[in-house]
């Protein structure tokens, strides 16, 4: 007797992982940023999101952000090798890894710098983001 596969009693199951759903935030929120989307950016984060960048400089919102960013950058713009997650106490962590380039605020152009982004997802949503780079605290003065 042979049964259609619909009355095997076979579960087809098209969800997404946990892991995978905190990769996409990520990737939607890095995306949103790079279009200058902020609403799409900030849809991505959860309440008391902070940001720390090298210097131990923190911020609360994307448009504190963006305004030291100004005072050092005229472009930037990261691309991105690798996007990978793993289990945290109290969420996921997910490392964004990879290059980037721009123009510093005097016109100075570089290029390939190294960068890592670890942002904490909690809830499909991102908590905290810490960033490293090659740059650091240098810049053309």
Known sequence: MS???GDAGI??????SERAIAIDTVREFMDA?????????RARLAP???????GGHVFRSLEEFLAFGAGRYQAIRKYTDDLEACEA???????????????WVDGTSFEQVRYIDRML???GRIAEM????DIGESRPR
Do not use: S
């Not at 579960?11 to 997404?16: L, Y």
């Open 121 to 123: 997802v909690r809830e």
């Open 11 to 16: 579960v087809i199951g098209a969800g997404r």
């Open 130 to 133: 810490q960033v490293w780079n």
């Open 33 to 41: 940023m790079a279009r200058h989307d902020l609403d799409a950016a």
């Open 48 to 54: 008391g999101f902070l940001l720390t960048v090298p």
């Open 89 to 103: 106490p109290v969420g996921f962590a997910v490392y964004a890894r990879g290059t980037m380039a721009g123009t």
């Open 3 to 5: 049964l259609p596969l």
